[in-house]
């Protein structure tokens, strides 16, 4: 049935926040913006057509208020909410609760999400599905004991998870028995800290396997369709921190394998618009179904770059009630694109989050760059949430050119006042074994145990000279301050600190 959207909430912040308000806009709907206090002058709040306070600055006071969101979006007439990824976006009972405030949640059912969001449910929903999925236990574990019968049967080394978990949290590696017990103890007390849920499951640990997911769009009328795979391998403690598309070890066979495995889950579940199919492939190219994630995710722009297709469209034509706007045998993939997370932190302080003032933003452009973001010099990057400043991501004819061009980026991207992982990437993009794709889960780790190699012909001494020339340029104004006759005190006061901001 059509449904017409006219405006959406925003119920999310940052760089997805704008970027929904501005697909939004696209399409000529009226958006509404919410925030903390901590986001009172942030940029999704001055992009959306209308912005509303949800309280102090704690997610869990503000962002996570299901009930002030839903109360917001009554009062000012929106017909949807968009969650983005994160706080709301997989929470069945606000899906819900949105559906009997007649609010049109951009997202899939919450019997869907149900279905796929636990991880144990979906293991058996893989099953049912007839997908092949990493030996190990389906439902929660009752005990380390039962813990131990489950190792025994699959063989260490064994992966310990939180069922409701995300992001490396409530998650243990166990190399054998005598670890088990503690393990089991540790990761279902951070499982129940981080998700409320202290249950925890267990499953065979795949050596060095690569992680690669496929991007899948279902609409209420029974069409889904998958768009390719994106390849998230390189990683830091299972958090993702370069994403890229197409993978450069899936052929065309593969990608239709799992792709219609993707399909065959989603279908199954009753699953409607965007989610994606997170799978580790090991080095004989079997797959492994690992989780569902029931929502838009963060490294979406390089399926969008590969595709041409914009998928928070996409999301919105299919909350309309509208079908797919194509068939699977019209998807193409050209070219290859490369994302990178930009975050405030130190990666020589063992990743350290910096938040702070930024004094100076250089931000890169030219052929094949995008950037999507929501910082601004003169904003403060908040203590309370998600460090991450923006997602800069490249495109080229074939994957070497995407990743020169993100280099070339890079070199422009300049962030003064806080410490970021510009530079980290950088050294990952140059890596030997990067560029000639032999990576995997573990292979991060690995470059940041090795010592950090010099360019060629430069010294230690080039080094220390150049980041002193950095912090004086970023220390000093560019262009001396221009004094005239007329000019008074006041204004030459505003020049000068105008000039060292």
Same mark, same amino acid.
Request: proline fraction near 5%.
């Given at each position: 049935?059509?449904?017409?959207?006219?405006?959406?909430?925003?119920?999310?912040?940052?760089?997805?926040?704008?970027?929904?308000?501005?697909?939004?806009?696209?399409?000529?709907?009226?958006?509404?913006?919410?925030?903390?206090?901590?986001?009172?002058?942030?940029?999704?709040? =001055?992009?959306?057509?209308?912005?509303?306070?949800?309280?102090?600055?704690?997610?869990?006071?503000?962002?996570?208020?299901?009930?002030?969101?839903?109360?917001?979006?009554?009062?000012?007439?929106?017909?949807?909410?968009?969650?983005?990824?994160?706080?709301?976006?997989?929470?069945?009972?606000?899906?819900?609760?949105?559906?009997?405030?007649?609010?049109?949640?951009?997202?899939?059912?919450?019997?869907?999400?149900?279905?796929?969001?636990?991880?144990?449910?979906?293991?058996?929903?893989?099953?049912?599905?007839?997908?092949?999925?990493?030996?190990?236990?389906?439902?929660?574990?009752?005990?380390?004991?039962?813990?131990? =019968?489950?190792?025994?049967?699959?063989?260490?080394?064994?992966?310990?998870?939180?069922?409701?978990?995300?992001?490396?949290?409530?998650?243990?590696?166990?190399?054998?028995?005598?670890?088990?017990?503690?393990?089991?103890?540790?990761?279902?007390?951070?499982?129940?800290?981080?998700?409320?849920?202290?249950?925890?499951?267990?499953?065979?640990?795949?050596?060095?396997?690569?992680?690669?997911?496929?991007?899948?769009?279902?609409?209420?009328?029974?069409?889904?369709?998958?768009?390719?795979?994106?390849?998230?391998?390189?990683?830091?403690?299972?958090?993702?921190?370069?994403?890229?598309?197409?993978?450069?070890?899936?052929?065309?066979? +593969?990608?239709?394998?799992?792709?219609?495995?993707?399909?065959?889950?989603?279908?199954?579940?009753?699953?409607?618009?965007?989610?994606?199919?997170?799978?580790?492939?090991?080095?004989?190219?079997?797959?492994?179904? +690992?989780?569902?994630?029931?929502?838009?995710?963060?490294?979406?722009?390089?399926?969008?770059?590969?595709?041409?297709?914009?998928?928070?469209?996409?999301?919105?034509?299919?909350?309309?009630?509208?079908?797919?706007?194509?068939?699977?045998?019209?998807?193409?993939?050209?070219?290859?694109?490369?994302?990178?997370?930009?975050?405030?932190?130190?990666?020589?302080?063992?990743?350290?989050?910096?938040?702070?003032?930024?004094?100076?933003?250089?931000?890169?452009?030219?052929?094949?760059?995008?950037?999507?973001?929501?910082?601004?010099?003169?904003?403060?990057?908040?203590?309370?949430?998600?460090?991450?400043?923006?997602?800069?991501?490249?495109?080229?004819?074939?994957?070497?050119?995407?990743?020169?061009?993100?280099?070339?980026?890079?070199?422009?991207?300049?962030?003064?006042?806080?410490?970021?992982?510009?530079?980290?990437?950088?050294?990952?993009?140059?890596?030997?074994?990067?560029?000639?794709?032999?990576?995997?889960?573990?292979?991060?780790?690995?470059? +940041?145990?090795?010592?950090?190699?010099?360019?060629?012909?430069?010294?230690?001494?080039?080094?220390?000279?150049?980041?002193?020339?950095?912090?004086?340029?970023?220390?000093?104004?560019?262009?001396?301050?221009?004094?005239?006759?007329?000019?008074?005190?006041?204004?030459?006061?505003?020049?000068?600190?105008?000039?060292?901001?």
């Amino acid at each position: 049935m059509r449904r017409l959207i006219q405006k959406v909430l925003v119920a999310n912040r940052g760089e997805i926040a704008l970027r929904v308000i501005r697909g939004c806009r696209e399409l000529g709907i009226a958006t509404v913006a919410v925030y903390s206090d901590a986001d009172r002058a942030a940029l999704h709040v =001055l992009h959306a057509d209308e912005a509303y306070r949800l309280g102090p600055s704690p997610a869990t006071e503000s962002y996570l208020r299901g009930d002030l969101i839903l109360a917001i979006a009554q009062r000012v007439g929106a017909d949807a909410i968009h969650p983005g990824y994160g706080f709301l976006s997989e929470n069945a009972e606000f899906a819900e609760a949105c559906k009997e405030a007649d609010v049109i949640f951009i997202g899939p059912p919450a019997a869907a999400m149900r279905v796929l969001g636990s991880k144990t449910s979906a293991r058996q929903a893989a099953d049912r599905a007839q997908m092949p999925r990493v030996p190990g236990s389906v439902t929660g574990l009752a005990s380390a004991d039962e813990a131990l =019968l489950v190792a025994a049967e699959i063989g260490y080394p064994v992966m310990l998870k939180a069922a409701a978990g995300g992001g490396g949290k409530g998650m243990r590696a166990v190399t054998g028995a005598d670890d088990l017990a503690s393990a089991y103890t540790a990761a279902s007390s951070e499982a129940l800290r981080s998700f409320g849920s202290g249950e925890v499951y267990l499953e065979k640990l795949i050596d060095r396997p690569r992680h690669i997911e496929i991007q899948l769009m279902a609409d209420e009328h029974g069409n889904c369709i998958y768009l390719g795979e994106r390849e998230c391998s390189v990683q830091r403690r299972h958090q993702k921190v370069i994403e890229e598309a197409p993978s450069a070890v899936v052929n065309d066979d +593969l990608r239709r394998r799992m792709g219609e495995a993707a399909v065959r889950l989603a279908l199954s579940a009753g699953y409607v618009n965007a989610g994606t199919v997170e799978f580790l492939v090991d080095a004989e190219e079997n797959f492994y179904f +690992l989780e569902m994630n029931t929502r838009l995710q963060v490294e979406h722009p390089v399926t969008e770059m590969v595709t041409g297709l914009d998928l928070v469209h996409m999301q919105l034509h299919i909350a309309m009630g509208e079908p797919l706007p194509l068939r699977q045998e019209e998807v193409r993939l050209r070219g290859h694109a490369v994302e990178c997370r930009i975050y405030a932190e130190d990666p020589e302080n063992n990743f350290f989050p910096c938040p702070g003032e930024i004094t100076l933003l250089e931000q890169p452009g030219g052929p094949g760059i995008r950037e999507d973001c929501a910082i601004y010099p003169g904003w403060t990057v908040p203590l309370d949430y998600d460090p991450m400043l923006s997602k800069l991501i490249a495109y080229g004819e074939d994957r070497v050119t995407a990743i020169d061009r993100m280099l070339r980026a890079l070199d422009e991207y300049v962030v003064g006042g806080i410490r970021t992982n510009i530079g980290l990437f950088q050294r990952i993009l140059r890596d030997e074994d990067f560029r000639a794709a032999r990576i995997d889960t573990g292979y991060l780790e690995r470059l +940041l145990a090795r010592p950090q190699e010099l360019l060629p012909d430069e010294t230690p001494e080039d080094v220390v000279a150049v980041a002193a020339a950095i912090f004086t340029a970023l220390q000093t104004p560019a262009v001396a301050p221009v004094v005239g006759a007329d000019e008074s005190r006041w204004l030459q006061s505003a020049r000068a600190e105008g000039l060292r901001r």
